[in-house]
């Protein structure tokens, strides 16, 4: 007996095995272990292991050599293979490479628009480094009335100054459509900022000319997009030129000292000029940037690397405390907002442009994998019920001597074959209708997959799940079938595969239901808002911005525009509905010599005497502001409901008459408008108070009648000339304003839309073929039928009723999961329809329907057919 130490190392054996043929493997590792067992005696173990080990060595070679050409080999056979069964079964190949190339178009079109969403902000050097400064005020209940995205202009000088951490702290301030000029040629433009010189420090602005450390040191100076140089100066070089201001009814020459490449489109803001602060601080004076109160100037600090923003996180509150007065940060606090969570995080009360929500790149990611999902399923369906066709022919090559993972990888290279087809015709369909997309979502999407590596290998990564889910079940339940059975046919045709088939076609179509239901509930949302009475007229309602002319001559100018015959009414204030309500003040309510404050936030707005009657809104009670009362400017006040059951009035009536203070201002209130909505659906009522104003009414508001309205807007545009010379004509309506603030919504129904269709089509493909091949399979039966009496309906019918049975359980799956899903949006708004059953029931009697007139073509034929020739099949 050999002692233990004498055996062949363990891993020199296993590897012999592992390499040698299965033919050998009784014959060469045998031979090889008694030379090893006669050396050991000879001549030493440790010279038989040595040796025993150059002997496995010798193979390796041979193996890898062996390993290589006969993958090829088999490789090939597997191609042939697949070809031929392309081919040989034109129909159902059709239907499933067109059903994976639409799921794998729409999972790219998706997933660009998904990359795109996460890619905001992230094109500057130090976006993970850099964080805005927010500031929100409480009610005294604690509560939170207001969040904004700006904050006061002493808070960057002295964040700066109170924390040595901080890289740089800078801040820009945007000014609403200033009159810029160059020569004869006047222009109001909409993204006039003035910035920091520090500003290129902390963003990564491409300059193509000028130097960005000086830039913006100097007062009157501007930097310019390329797209404003090409504007105002042509093909002139811009460096040195210079463009005329009017900002604040106050006029000054800027020079060019820098031009920026244009700001991607994943930004979250977009400037085409910047203008030095310097400039901003010699026309506005000291007394504006020391005011805490005036939050409109965007802050953005640049920290250190490795720098836990915690920290200053945790000084804020003594920060506000120290330099804005002891006790403060119980009213008002700041907060510390990461650059790249602004765009799909940041919801705030003032944002400078509006941002996307991470709720929609969840709902479009989820939409991309149902669809592609819905493909696969598509694939295993018909693949799992072809399978019994293809039976002998697995049964044939286990009798020759294919192993199960070699039956299995055939099947497997079959379903990557067609997927690598699937990819090529999506990469047509993707390329064919980006522009379209791009132009639907207002993006600049590009489609580059062999010149950005992540994209390639992510969509190859794709194809090859596609492919191994897709084939995984076909290759693993035909690989088992036993040779034997299946040669006699008596493998088992239906049982497991059928209940999985079964299976595939619910969850395929409990996603379609799902993504119709989406679809009815966002339509009745977006109508809701759209058709829900506000509380005021908003038709034929005409905006135009104000000019300190048209404000110092506000009556004069009225009756100059009520001579149109086509104008109702005129009026001016510092802010309109579909606005938003920013402004707010301490109110107090007052009793003799008793004033109590209010201990919530109540918005205001500053009008003009005509502004209830011009927008129709309609008296609770009271009165409106009367010219004939002279105190009206001064002492009056009109609340509406909202205000008045908060301040805890039980009655509009009640209100009437009593004392009311509001800032600076004391008096009475006069009157009570009925609750309106001012804002969107998305925000509910606020507290409203307005008094009359003679300043900062920077919008006259114009009620015309619905008759030559080009006309009425020509008038008019006659008239801004001569109240704003050298201004262009600019307008908006409020009815439009307000629909424009339903574009996510909008634009969310109309891709689920499209993508809910998608999904039935490929659901309806899969169904399509399902249909064609048991009506196939079920030919004699069909036969013997009609032999015996039964009618085309009724065999119709026998059919059409297993996937009809099989449609009603996806709807009794897909409705909790729809209701929670879209519960679940609705409560982004303040107003919302309710989720009534019926809305459900349609979605699936449309459903149903689909499926019924999917599957009764193929059952008609089949119903129609030759009982003569049903009973020769085969």
Not at 757 to 786: D, H, M, N, V
């Amino acid at each position: 007996m050999i002692h233990r130490r004498g055996r062949p190392p363990r891993l020199a054996r296993w590897l012999s095995d592992f390499i040698v043929r299965s033919e050998e493997k009784r014959t060469i590792p045998g031979d090889i272990e008694e030379f090893f067992y006669e050396m050991v005696l000879d001549a030493g173990e440790w010279r038989a292991r040595v040796w025993f080990w150059m002997q496995v060595i010798r193979f390796i070679p041979a193996f890898i050599k062996g390993s290589i050409y006969w993958s090829i080999m088999m490789f090939q056979n597997y191609l042939k293979i697949a070809f031929r069964n392309l081919v040989k079964h034109k129909g159902y190949s059709l239907i499933n490479i067109a059903g994976l190339a639409i799921g794998m178009a729409c999972c790219m079109l998706i997933l660009m628009f998904v990359q795109d969403e996460l890619s905001y902000d992230r094109f500057h050097e130090n976006a993970d480094h850099i964080y805005r400064v927010t500031r929100l005020w409480y009610n005294q209940d604690g509560a939170v009335s207001l969040h904004l995205g700006h904050v006061a202009p002493p808070i960057a000088p002295l964040l700066d100054n109170d924390f040595s951490e901080i890289i740089h702290a800078v801040r820009m301030i945007d000014v609403e459509r200033p009159l810029l000029s160059y020569g004869n040629r006047y222009f109001e433009e909409s993204r006039f900022f003035f910035a920091e010189e520090d500003i290129f420090k902390v963003f990564s602005f491409e300059m193509v000319k000028g130097d960005p450390s000086t830039a913006l040191v100097d007062p009157f100076t501007v930097v310019i997009t390329e797209e404003m140089a090409d504007k105002y100066f042509g093909s002139e070089d811009p460096l040195g030129k210079t463009l005329t201001l009017n900002v604040f009814g106050r006029g000054g020459d800027l020079k060019v000292t820098g031009v920026i490449k244009s700001i991607p489109h994943n930004s979250h803001f977009h400037v085409d000029f910047m203008g030095s602060f310097k400039t901003f601080e010699l026309v506005v004076g000291d007394e504006e940037l020391q005011n805490w109160g005036s939050n409109n100037y965007a802050t953005y600090l640049l920290m250190p690397q490795d720098y836990d923003i915690n920290r200053l996180r945790d000084q804020l509150t003594p920060f506000i405390d120290r330099h804005y007065g002891e006790g403060m940060s119980e009213r008002t606090q700041l907060r510390i907002q990461r650059l790249t969570d602004i765009h799909l995080h940041s919801h705030l009360d003032s944002e400078i442009e509006p941002n996307s929500d991470i709720a929609y790149v969840y709902i479009f990611s989820v939409v991309a994998i149902f669809i592609l999902l819905i493909a696969c399923i598509n694939f295993m369906n018909l693949a799992t019920a072809r399978s019994a066709g293809r039976a002998r022919e697995v049964g044939l090559r286990k009798v020759v001597g294919a192993r199960r993972s070699q039956v299995i990888r055939q099947f497997l290279n079959e379903s990557i074959l067609m997927a690598f087809i699937a990819l090529g015709m999506a990469i047509l369909m993707v390329l064919l209708v980006l522009p379209q997309f791009s132009q639907f979502l207002q993006r600049d999407l590009s489609f580059h997959i062999f010149s950005n590596t992540w994209m390639f290998a992510g969509f190859i990564s794709i194809v090859f799940i596609v492919g191994i889910v897709s084939g995984s079940y076909p290759a693993f339940y035909l690989s088992a079938f036993r040779p034997v059975r299946v040669l006699r046919g008596l493998q088992k045709k239906e049982g497991r595969g059928f209940s999985f088939r079964a299976l595939l076609v619910v969850t395929q179509f409990a996603i379609s239901i799902i993504l119709i239901v989406c679809v009815g509930i966002v339509s009745r949302q977006l109508h809701f808002m759209r058709q829900q009475r506000l509380g005021f007229d908003k038709e034929n309602v005409v905006v135009l911005p104000s000019s300190p002319y048209a404000v110092d001559h506000l009556e004069s100018v009225k009756q100059q525009l009520l001579r149109h015959e086509n104008i109702v009414s005129v009026s001016a204030a510092k802010r309109v509905p579909s606005g938003r309500l920013l402004d707010s003040a301490g109110a107090r309510v007052i009793s003799g010599e008793k004033e109590d404050p209010v201990d919530f936030q109540i918005a205001f707005l500053r009008v003009d005497h005509d502004y209830v009657p011009t927008f129709g809104m309609e008296l609770a009670a009271g009165r409106n502001f009367s010219r004939r009362m002279s105190t009206d400017s001064t002492q009056a006040f009109i609340l509406n409901e909202t205000a008045v059951k908060q301040i805890g009035w039980e009655s509009p009536e009640e209100a009437i008459g009593q004392g009311f203070g509001y800032g600076l201002r004391s008096g009475q209130i006069i009157g009570v408008v009925k609750d309106f909505h001012f804002e969107s659906m998305h925000q509910p009522i606020s507290p409203i108070v307005m008094l009359i104003s003679s300043h900062d009414l920077n919008q006259i508001s114009i009620r015309i009648r619905p008759y030559d309205i080009p006309g009425t807007l020509e008038f008019l545009k006659e008239k801004w000339q001569e109240y704003r010379s050298n201004y262009p004509f600019q307008y908006y309506f409020i009815d439009e304003n307000f629909d424009s603030q339903y574009q996510a919504e909008e634009k969310l129904y109309r891709i689920v839309s499209y993508f809910a269709f998608i999904a039935i089509l490929i659901a309806c493909l899969g169904l399509f073929g399902l249909a064609s091949y048991t009506a196939e399979q079920r030919t004699k039966e069909i036969g013997i039928r009609k032999v015996l009496g039964a009618s085309v309906s009724g065999i119709a019918l026998l059919l059409s009723k297993e996937f009809t049975k099989w449609v009603v359980v996806a709807n009794i799956v897909a409705w909790p999961i729809a209701y929670f899903l879209m519960n679940r949006w609705l409560q982004n708004f303040a107003y919302r329809i309710d989720l009534s059953i019926w809305i459900f029931i349609f979605s699936g009697m449309i459903a149903i329907l689909i499926a019924i007139i999917t599957v009764s073509s193929q059952s008609m034929k089949a119903a129609t057919s030759n009982p003569v020739d049903s009973l020769r099949y085969e």
